[in-house]
Each structure stands twice: as structure tokens, then as C-alpha cells.
């Protein structure tokens, strides 16, 4: 006889943070864990299943997330850098917060892990392909219709002929989703349906209600079952809370930086004024302390002008 799973209640204060599954600091404590290697590799292959790609039986994640090297104070990324059974390379992670920049960030990422496969004395024919898998958790690419929409490199003239197969990235557009831009989670594969559903309600709905949704999938339950002792963990729920908070003052910063920047190229003319509105805050962020890679995101300056300012 099947044992019956215990509903769980947990209950917060409500002026307490939300912590949701799309949360990067969750994401990446449970990807990183040994022991979820399987359920890593079971989301990786519900992405690969749903584009009708063969599945990996291995995912070892090279870059294991440590709680004692994490600051909330700079702008760490929190990926997943994952190798499979034959060589290839998979970068996983969470994106919520949309910025200017965002698909070049994206780009330079995945340049990073596929130039990072070379060692001294290697060979290009030692390359292997790299496949992004990017949750995004805010609208992003509005012509397009498709809940997984995946890039890769295809000749104009005919988009049969395809330059590599060494590079893919692939979306999972929640952000879309929620405001109903998009097609139902429905035309996707089964097993990507409770991922996807899991990332969606995990943090609202109840574990009988979350076993109905993934229709009982073992391993998206069990990503369920850790989620919970994310939220319960103190040590874990005050990084995400500080996380969160510091991410928030940037985004004000940025704005008022914004706004300082456009009253400065009306006085000035527009583009004048606005290189100096960026370089006169990208020299008070300095000031602040901020990372010059934080800075560079937010300004768009490049960071050896940036380290000029000290």
C-alpha cells in the first residue's frame, strides 16, 4: 500500500519575503547538492525530450554552489555549470530581474563555459557543444508565441544549413506565461509541464495540489519536498532576504540614475549629457564600493574606463 504523502502547511508572517522556486539562490543550493544529481538531470532532460533531442545519463555539476564563498553584496551569478556523460556542457539557471544588457549577458555566459572547456594543449576538436537553459521570469521576446523557444545559429539563405550544433539557448518564458502571452503549459512535453509547474505554484499551492499538477512525477516532488526545507532553513531564508534587499537598491539606484541622466541630456544634449550622467554615477557607485562589473552592467561603461575613476 502506497504511503500517503503528509500535506505540509507552512505558514510565514505576511509581511515576511515570498521565496519562490524561481528564486536563483534556491535553484542553485538544489542543483548543486549531490544528491539531486538526479532531478538535475531529470529537468535537463524534460528541455531536451520537449525539442526532441536524445537525453544525457549523467549531469555533474563542475561549479557546486557554497554557501561560505556567497555575497549578497555583488553581483554574483548564480549558474549551474553542468558536464554530461560524453563531454557536453549545460548552463542552467534563473533569471528574474530584466535589464538592457540582458541577451548580451546571456551570450557573454555561454561564451564563458565553452571557451572554459580549453586547457593548455587542447585542441578545437576538443570542444564540445554548450546548451543554455534560461528560465526567465519576466516577459522577453514578445514577437515570438512559444512557451520553449530555443536559439541557434542558421544561415539566412536557407535555414536548413545550421553553422554549429555547439550552440543552443533555450528559454522557459514563465514571465510570458503569467501574463498570458503565451500558449498553455499544455503543448509542452509531460515531463516539462511539472517543472514548469512546480517553478509556477510551487510557492502557492498546497503539496496535494502540487502532486495533482506534476501527477505525481517522483522527482519534481522531491524538488518540492527541498524547496520546503529551503524556506524552513534561517541561515538560507535571511541570504535570500539580504539577496533580494540588495537587488532592490540597485534597481533604485539605476532609476534615479536614469532620471538623472535624461535631465542632464536635455541641459547638455542628449548624448553628451547622458555619458556624463553615466560616468558622474558610475563614479559615486565607485565611491559606494560597488564591483566594477556591477557598475558596468548598470551603466553600460566599459570597467577599465570604470577602474580609471578611482
Known sequence: MKKKRRT??????????????????????????????????????????DCRQ????????????????FSVDRQQILDVRVRN?????????????????????MLLQWSDVYSSQLRIGDGFADLRPVKSIILTDFPIF????????????RAQENPEVRLTDHFEMHFLRLGDLRKRQLAGLNTLYNGLQHWLNFFMFGATVSEDKMIQLTESNPAVLAAYEEFHRFKLNPDLRDLERRRRRYHEDLRIYMSAAKADGKAEGKAE???EGRAEGMLEIA?????????????AKYTGLSQAKIKRLD
Not at 538544489?30 to 525530450?49: D, G
Not at 565607485?286 to 557598475?295: A, F
Open 85 to 105: 556523460e560524453w563531454g557536453g556542457h549545460y548552463n542552467v539557471e534563473v533569471q528574474t530581474v530584466p535589464h538592457s544588457h540582458f541577451c548580451n549577458r
Open 283 to 295: 563614479r559615486q557607485m565607485r565611491q559606494d564600493g560597488l564591483d566594477p562589473k556591477v557598475i
Open 8 to 49: 505540509r502547511a507552512i505558514d510565514f508572517d505576511e509581511n515576511d519575503l515570498l521565496i519562490k522556486p524561481t528564486s536563483d539562490l534556491f535553484t542553485a543550493v538544489l542543483w548543486s547538492a549531490p544528491k539531486n544529481e538526479p532531478l538535475l538531470r531529470n529537468f535537463i532532460n524534460a528541455v531536451l525530450v
Open 142 to 153: 514578445p514577437a515570438l508565441q512559444t512557451l520553449h523557444t530555443v536559439f541557434d545559429i
Open 269 to 271: 544634449g542628449k548624448a
Open 54 to 69: 536524445p537525453t544525457i545519463q549523467e549531469a555533474t555539476v563542475l561549479n557546486r554552489f557554497s554557501i561560505k564563498e
